[in-house]
């Protein structure tokens, strides 16, 4: 079988974080999104335990830079969403960053309306949180169409700016847990519209590792622009009766109404076997990116 060049590089770039694949570190650096009380940090202490430096950050972005240069091993960003699907931005920046998949985690999601103590709902007229707050609980919010809702970098940083305005008009979505550290009352409970509103939170390191218990795998790859490439490809899973746990397609920036795919999938196997997938995957698709080999949460 003849590759491209782009194929090649495809897999030299795999073999190459094989190479430098490492234990996980027992005491490294966990940079998240947000500030205390985040569900960022929910995610981080349930990943890791309490005995950890977390190190609390501003924008996505901002973690993905910390953990590229060095200032800290891991870094926890949500990836997914249970009602309102991805979050694309860190899709991109996973590619943007090249870094490494080494573990996910899930985190119940129960919004609630926070306002300063003695606020009541009557008198709120703004509202701030992170956009997926305001997606995740549309419902409650549409009873509502007078609000202001201004947008912040996370749910818990809206929180803490609610509770230094000390402004009962002003109210901000995010959990329970943030309204105790903020000191905030909780005006409105479970505001979101599903009951088992979940959150996908990935672990994401400068390099791969060989972590105990691996078994979920994620790429991202592009197609040729032909009938079947799709079709062709996802029959190399269905042959090995590997188990599909997400296909997210995203716009190539640059390359108009062309598509690259992040796929998920399942399965107990080695890392023999998984280089024998990973070929025919590269035979099948333009170029693709290993992200990670990981304990599926
Ligand atoms: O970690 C937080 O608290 C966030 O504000 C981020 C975020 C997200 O981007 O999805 C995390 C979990 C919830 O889904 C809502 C918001």
Known sequence: MVFTGEQQSSMARYLQMKRQMRRPRAAGLVAYSGTRGSYAEEACIRFFG??????????????????????????????????????NENYDLLI??????????????????????????????SVYSHEQGFYQSRDFLSKYP????????????????????????????????AAEIHHL????????????????????????????????????????????????????????????????SRPIPNNQWHYQFFLDFIGEIDEDHLDAILKRVMAHTRSFEFLGFYPHG
């Open 50 to 87: 309490e005995n950890r430096l977390f190190i609390p950050h501003k924008s996505f972005e901002d973690v993905f830079k910390t953990i590229t240069g060095g200032g800290a091993d891991y870094g926890v960003v949500p990836i997914e969403n249970s009602t309102t699907g991805a979050i």
């Open 185 to 248: 009352d909780v005006l409105a409970e479970s505001i979101n519209g599903a009951d088992n509103n979940t959150t996908r939170f990935i672990v994401v390191s400068r390099l791969l590792e060989n972590r105990p218990g691996r078994n979920k795998i994620s790429l991202r790859f592009t197609l040729s622009d032909t009938p079947g490439a799709l079709y062709q490809l996802l029959g190399i899973f269905d042959a090995e009766h590997l188990n599909l746990s997400k296909i997210e």
């Open 96 to 125: 943007r960053y090249q870094a490494a998949i080494v573990g996910e985690v899930l985190i119940p999601v129960h919004h609630c309306l926070l306002g300063v103590p003695g606020a009541a709902i009557s008198e709120i007229q």
């Open 146 to 177: 007078n609000w202001t809702l201004v947008p912040y970098h996370n749910t818990a940083v809206a929180a803490k700016m609610v509770h230094d305005a000390a402004d009962p008009t002003k109210a901000a979505i995010a959990s329970q847990r």
